[in-house]
């Protein structure tokens, strides 16, 4: 099975869904800090994958990685770290977080 490296974090292709996460800093209620290391999000969005019973593909780019889920597609910066608010719209948009 091929390996993709996005985000500083290794994942599996479009066979699995498995992502090694990076470490996030949570604040004090247990939510997404300021800046969210991109592989957390990444194992955020497999996670909304594997709940909703469907299987995220992802795609490399230049500086953002492509994700489609079921008939959703979005990207995600491969910068190391995400700001929350951004996390939060693209977790919002894939049906994970409200």
């Known amino acids: 099975m ?3 490296r996005f985000c500083g974090a ?11 996460s ?3 800093d949570l604040n004090s209620k247990g939510g997404l800090s300021t800046i969210v ?3 957390e999000l990444v194992g955020r969005i ?3 994958a594997h709940a909703q019973g469907r299987q995220a593909v992802y795609t490399e780019g230049r500086s953002h990685t492509k994700v489609v ?4 597609q979005t990207t ?18 894939l049906g994970g977080e409200q």
Not at 10 to 20: C, E, L, M, Q, Y
Not at 69 to 72: I, Q, R, S, T
Not at 76 to 93: F, Q, S
């Open 2 to 4: 091929p390996v993709v």
């Open 76 to 93: 995600i910066p491969r910068h190391g770290e995400v700001n929350e608010n951004t996390a939060r719209g693209i977790l919002k948009y």
């Open 46 to 48: 497999n996670k909304i």
């Open 10 to 20: 290794a994942a599996t292709s479009a066979d699995g869904d498995r992502a090694k």
């Open 22 to 24: 990076m470490t996030v």
């Open 37 to 39: 290391k991109c592989g």
């Open 69 to 72: 889920l079921g008939d959703l």
